[in-house]
C-alpha cells in the first residue's frame, strides 16, 4: 500500500511564506518508480485545481495563479516534492493536495495516488 502524506500547512498572514512537503512511502519498503508529482488545492465551495506539476526530470508546470510566487521541486532520493510559496495572498486559502504518478514494482502499472491535504489559511 502507498501513502502520500503532506506537512507543512498552516495560518499566515497575507505576503508571508509556507513550505509544503509531501513524502511518498510503501508498506512493501520501496517504490519502482515515480513519474510526476504534484499539487492540488481545492478551496470551500470550489472544485480542485491545479497548482503545479513536476516530472523526474525536474520539468515544471504552473497554473496561472502561482507563477512568480509558488516554486516547485522534488527530491527522487526521498520520495518528496515540496511547494514553495511565497507572497501568499487571502485566496491561497484552501486544502493543498499533493499526488503522484508511479508504480509499486517493476511488474504494476503507473496509478496515480492521493495525500489527505494540509490546510493552508491566508489571513488579511
Known amino acids: 500500500q502507498v501513502q502520500l502524506v503532506e506537512s507543512g500547512g498552516g495560518l499566515v498572514q497575507a505576503g508571508g511564506s509556507l513550505r509544503l512537503s509531501c513524502a511518498a512511502s510503501?508498506?512493501?519498503?520501496?517504490?519502482?518508480?515515480?513519474?510526476?508529482m504534484g499539487w492540488y488545492r481545492q478551496a470551500p465551495g470550489k472544485q480542485r485545481a491545479l497548482v503545479a506539476t513536476i516530472t523526474s526530470g525536474s520539468t515544471t508546470n504552473y497554473a496561472d495563479s502561482g507563477k512568480g510566487r509558488f516554486t516547485i521541486s522534488r527530491d527522487n532520493s526521498k520520495n518528496t516534492v515540496y511547494l514553495q510559496m511565497n507572497s501568499l495572498k487571502p485566496e491561497d486559502t484552501a486544502v493543498y493536495y499533493c499526488?503522484?504518478?508511479?508504480?509499486?514494482?517493476?511488474?504494476?502499472?503507473?496509478?496515480?495516488?492521493w495525500g489527505k491535504g494540509t490546510q493552508v489559511t491566508v489571513s488579511s
Open positions: 499526488n503522484a504518478d508511479l508504480r509499486r514494482d517493476a511488474r504494476s502499472y503507473v496509478y496515480r495516488y
Open positions: 510503501a508498506a512493501s519498503g520501496s517504490i519502482f518508480s515515480i513519474n510526476v
